[in-house]
């Protein structure tokens, strides 16, 4: 009976597809040493943009949290993702990029898995020394679009070039849920037969609700590591559930490598977290035959919204989705991912709500046209609209501009002086130096509980706590009191 191994994505791409990157460590910390005897081949957990949200709003430590995780999940591989560009819609300094991956590696993460947003082989190959260099190994993402130019020649050379390289394995990656069963027939021999032996790995999301029927397809064609997530962090605008596929592989024939039962209280533990936080319970979503055409992540239509609310023009959604199709194919189709999703989303937006189209265009814009994101991405585009976006004067002005070669040593200079770790000049470089104080300002992280016996495992955790000598429990007639001996 074949196999069918999972990588889990729960504590990354679950929490940030449908929590807005809201888990907090807390929520984690208790459930940890249990993921860690699922039989997972790796668990992900983390995210470049974590700095940002874990500082500014969550006020919590991001690195200090991969260390805490670390401590519990010691058998499975703890996995990072990255992008080419890692601060966001600014081109992140190689030396910047270099102490991230080392910091990573030294506070417990052991696979960094790494796309480029237009596929391109040779930046694939920089990423990829630089993350060995830093002792990581690397998964590379081939990413999935669809357009006239993503073809199936396309991929067969893309993987070809991704199995030249020192990898652990090659991600067959729908970060747009665009994915169909059909496509998923076309391409998954594709990978198969062009990886040189190399792991495949499908990574989908369910946007359209063909996730889990993907996956299972990319199984029976021969494809061994699904990347999935535990619900309620699952579906949705998540990937497939895990249960969910083991379970239909096994109907199937194949067998999963990992405890489902081991699982299922990690389940109950983030569903309580969940009703009692107020958070998105994830759910299959129905089919929506019009989002392959337009592409926009469902996190950028919600702000879409939001933005068409205030400017009392909600009612032209439609509309700015059609302008975003249009948009994209005149910057010669890039794949809707970060930073590229915004770059084609804010144009399109901009061009319904001015009523002239490039009337007003982004640095941003100007820099892509200008080859500074790539050349493939500049040379692909539509010369009018190229030419119409150069034309203004603030493009001769970033034509001058040269990417920032700031060394780390320039970098602490600049953020606090040579008293400044390497964990906390990342954290300032990426938050900023003010939020990180207010981060430190705020305190201990919170406390979270497991779901089972809720009130006993709250009495141990805060047991375990060195910040307070009594503890006080009450609940109608019933009181508790605990009181710490002193020390004679």
């Not at 996995?79 to 910047?96: D, E, L, S």
């Amino acid at each position: 009976m074949s196999e069918v191994k999972f990588v889990d994505t729960t504590l990354r791409d679950g929490h940030q597809s449908l929590w807005a990157e809201a888990m907090r460590t807390g929520m984690i910390l208790p459930i940890a040493s249990q993921m860690d005897r699922a039989g997972f081949e790796a668990i992900e957990i983390f995210s470049p943009s974590f700095f940002k949200k874990c500082v500014r709003e969550l006020k919590e430590d991001p690195l200090e949290r991969i260390r805490m995780v670390a401590q519990r999940i010691r058998k499975t591989p703890l996995r990072a993702i990255r992008n080419r560009q890692m601060a966001g819609f600014h081109i992140t300094p190689p030396a910047v990029a270099d102490l991230w991956l080392e910091r990573l590696a030294a506070n417990g993460i052991r696979q960094v898995r790494t796309s480029d947003p237009s596929n391109t082989p040779s930046h694939w190959q920089e990423m990829v020394q630089a993350a060995g260099k830093a002792g990581l190994e690397t998964v590379i993402n081939v990413i999935f679009s669809i357009s006239p130019k993503h073809t199936d020649e396309y991929y067969a050379e893309k993987v070809r070039e991704a199995a030249k390289l020192d990898v652990v394995s090659i991600c067959f990656k729908d970060p747009g849920g665009l994915l169909t069963p059909e496509r998923t027939r076309a391409l998954t021999p594709l990978f198969l037969q062009h990886s040189n032996g190399i792991p495949v790995e499908l990574h989908t999301h369910c946007n359209t609700g063909l996730g889990p029927l993907c996956a299972l397809e990319a199984i029976r064609l021969g494809i061994k590591i699904i990347n999935a997530a535990i619900p309620p962090l699952a579906n949705g605008s998540s990937n497939p559930s895990i249960f969910n596929v083991a379970r239909n592989a096994r109907a199937m024939g194949y067998e999963p490598t990992l405890d489902e039962e081991v699982i299922k209280p990690v389940a109950d533990h983030f569903t309580f977290i969940a009703k009692r936080e107020g958070l998105p319970i994830g759910a299959p979503v129905e089919y929506d035959s019009y989002h392959p055409v337009h592409q926009v992540p469902g996190g950028m239509i919600s702000n879409f919204r939001f933005q068409l609310t205030k400017l009392g023009m909600k009612e032209r959604l439609e509309e700015v989705l059609e302008e975003t199709a249009r948009v994209r194919k005149e910057f010669g189709y890039p794949i809707m991912v970060t930073p590229y999703s915004q770059f084609v989303g804010v144009q399109a937006s901009m061009n319904v709500i001015l009523g002239e189209r490039y009337r007003e265009v982004t640095d941003e814009v100007i820099q892509y046209a200008l080859g500074l994101w790539g050349v493939e991405e500049s040379s692909s585009m539509d010369p009018d609209v190229r030419d119409k976006i150069l034309s203004r004067p603030r493009a001769r002005e970033l034509a001058r501009w040269e990417p920032p070669e700031i060394s780390v040593k320039e970098l602490r200079q600049k953020l606090g002086g040579a008293g400044v770790s390497d964990d906390e000049l990342l954290l300032r470089y990426f938050a900023g130096t003010d939020e990180v104080a207010a981060m430190r300002a705020a305190g201990l992280p919170k406390d979270y509980v497991i779901a089972k016996n809720p009130l006993v495992n709250l009495i141990g955790e805060l047991t375990r706590r060195t910040d307070h000598q009594r503890i006080y429990v009450q609940k109608g007639d019933l009181s508790l009191q605990l009181e710490k001996k002193k020390s004679l």
